[in-house]
């Protein structure tokens, strides 16, 4: 009779005695490169941007805290909002006419902060030379014309209209320097 084999025949083999397996029982880590060995890199570095993108940028920043002055001055008139409201509806109700300026009021501060946070994406993409980015913030500043030319000729406050001419007059300014050769020769030398 054949003697049966012992369990410790399908054990698996030992790794080799100079083969080190970490304490915690994972492979051990891939090699590192070798200190002061130069890095593999696939695109020069991209060179300073001109002073056209520098100005744009400057101007779209300043397009955000005129933004950010826009949403204050819209929250400090609340209270000409619900007059003007009673007013234009004297057959509203108190509830009605709360919940009108409160959803208003809630449609600007959210458009507002939008503003203000699509005018510092746009500084750093563009800042950064991505070509996209000025062609959105053309598109943004087209946006911008067609809701400044309804705003301006609607019956609105005085302080409002001060507001959204500067802002507009930088998003011009913004969108001009952006389509200039110096700006395009940026955005190219990035792509290279």
């Known amino acids: 009779m054949a003697k049966p084999k012992q369990p410790t025949d399908r054990l698996p083999k030992a790794p080799p005695v100079n083969a080190k397996a970490p304490a915690s029982g994972r492979p051990p880590a891939a090699p590192r490169a070798r200190p002061g060995a130069p890095l593999v890199t696939t695109a020069p570095p991209m060179p300073p941007p001109p002073g056209t993108v520098r100005t744009a940028v400057r101007l779209m920043y300043a397009g955000a805290v ?3 002055v826009d949403l204050i001055i819209t929250l400090t008139t609340v ?3 619900r007059s003007l409201l ?3 509806h004297p057959g509203w109700s108190a509830a009605r006419l709360t919940t009108t300026v409160h959803s208003e009021v809630a449609y600007f501060v959210v458009t507002w902060l939008l ?3 699509l005018w510092i994406v746009m500084a750093r993409t563009n800042q950064a030379g991505r070509g996209w ?3 959105v913030a053309t598109i943004l500043f087209v946006v911008s014309t067609l809701n400044f030319a309804v705003s301006v000729s609607q019956p609105t ?3 409002y209209k001060v ?3 500067p802002m507009w007059l930088v998003g011009a300014a913004a969108a001009v320097l952006l389509w200039r050769p110096a700006t395009s020769e940026y955005i190219r030398s990035g792509r290279a």
């Open 86 to 88: 009673r007013a234009a």
């Open 79 to 81: 209270g000409k909002a």
């Open 157 to 159: 406050s005085a302080i």
């Open 133 to 135: 980015a000025r062609i």
């Open 163 to 165: 507001v959204l001419i």
């Open 66 to 68: 005129l933004s950010a």
């Open 115 to 117: 503003t203000i946070g």
